[in-house]
Nanobody
């Protein structure tokens, strides 16, 4: 069992930056691939970024490539999502998730956090 707690969301203006954090208070965090997903009102949850257990492999949705960066610190049991040049269409609840495999599909992730709201005003 892996419990995940996100933080760092908020209300920002277009063009601003935010850094989200996701911490696993306990468990074998370092053995999991970690992903960030988001869900806007009335839309399905969508993949944003993923990072493998070592941090050496990452993948991004086309909509965030060049703007968002995923990273992790296994010593702190934490994964980050640095979001730059935010756009109103980035507004969503952002969830982190843990998976035994390196994947972009939501169904590959067994453990999920509650989410943190990101709102980008124009």
């Amino acid at each position: 069992q892996v419990q995940l707690v996100e933080s760092g969301g908020g209300l920002v203006q277009a063009g601003d930056s935010l850094r989200l954090s996701c911490t696993a208070p306990e468990g074998t965090f370092g053995s999991y691939s970690m992903g960030w997903f988001r869900q806007a009102p009335g839309k399905e949850r969508e993949f944003v970024a993923t990072i493998n257990w070592s941090g050496q492999s990452t993948d991004y949705a086309d909509s965030v490539k060049g703007r968002f960066t995923i990273s992790r610190d296994n010593a702190k049991n934490t994964v980050y999502l640095q979001m730059n040049s935010l756009k109103p269409e980035d507004t969503a609840v952002y969830h982190c998730a843990a998976s035994r495999s390196y994947h972009t599909l939501t169904t590959a992730y067994a453990y999920w956090g509650q989410g943190t709201q990101v709102t980008v005003s124009s």
